[in-house]
T-cell receptor, first 111, second 115 residues
Framework: SQQGEEDPQALSIQEGENATMNCSYK?????LQWYRQNSGRGLVHLIL?????REKHSGRLRVTLDTSKKSSSLLITASRAADTASYFC???????????FGQGTRLTINP | GAVVSQHPSRVICKSGTSVKIECRSL??????MFWYRQFPKQSLMLMAT?????????EQGVEKDKFLINHASLTLSTLTVTSAHPEDSSFYIC???????????FGDGTRLSIL
């Protein structure tokens, strides 16, 4: 079952603007990850944040995690046309190997 | 980085055909592989988890006799869709990991179309 809810479902912005996507989940987690999927392709891992972390950066990406609200956000700064893709959050729980994916946000960067 | 190769990328075949999809880890030993199904504009739905040398664990609602999974080595897992029908048409994606709770590395998916 999919426990992640992502919001917005679709986001369209101008190149150079920042894009923020949110993810909420229902159960306690061990890690939360963000993945990107270009149309018709597999997923590319972007960043992993552990349950005891609150914020993490990687290049133009910033991820926050609020376990009290069971939510996470992904911020992409200075967006580029190449950032156009679907973005998914995925959670795993202690002792479980599998990931549960959110519904995803379709991001479109307009040149 | 870790590379997962999935083959074929696209299959079009007649109803009743069995189709085999391969998932290979090219530069690491995949102790666990996962098979997902994805419908257009939707998220990934986990079908099964496969550990090398043991039987796959299927998610609820996934028919194990319909979707046969073999993970005979640390670098190869296969998914066979037996007697495929049009409703089996979908995008199938595999992923692999070498340790529990580490990032899964995904193949590029297989688009299966059953006529």
């Amino acid at each position: 079952s999919q426990q992640g809810e992502e919001d917005p479902q679709a986001l369209s912005i101008q190149e150079g603007e920042n894009a923020t996507m949110n993810c909420s989940y229902k159960t306690s987690i061990n890690n939360l990850q963000w993945y990107r999927q270009n149309s018709g392709r597999g997923l590319v891992h972007l960043i992993l944040i552990r349950s005891n972390e609150r914020e993490k950066h990687s290049g133009r990406l910033r991820v926050t995690l609020d376990t009290s609200k069971k939510s996470s956000s992904l911020l992409i700064t200075a967006s580029r046309a190449a950032d156009t893709a679907s973005y998914f959050c995925a959670t795993d729980t202690q002792g479980a190997q599998k990931l549960v994916f959110g519904q995803g946000t379709r991001l479109t960067i307009n040149p | 980085g870790a590379v997962v190769s999935q083959h074929p990328s696209r299959v079009i075949c007649k109803s009743g055909t069995s189709v085999k999809i391969e998932c290979r880890s090219l530069d690491f030993q995949a102790t666990t592989m996962f098979w997902y199904r994805q419908f257009p504009k939707q998220s990934l739905m986990l079908m099964a988890t496969s550990n090398e040398g043991s039987k796959a664990t299927y998610e609820q609602g996934v028919e194990k006799d319909k979707f046969l999974i073999n993970h005979a080595s640390l670098t190869l897992s296969t998914l066979t869709v037996t007697s495929a029908h049009p409703e089996d048409s979908s995008f199938y994606i595999c992923s692999a990991t070498d340790r529990s709770n580490q990032p899964q590395h995904f193949g590029d998916g297989t688009r299966l179309s059953i006529l």
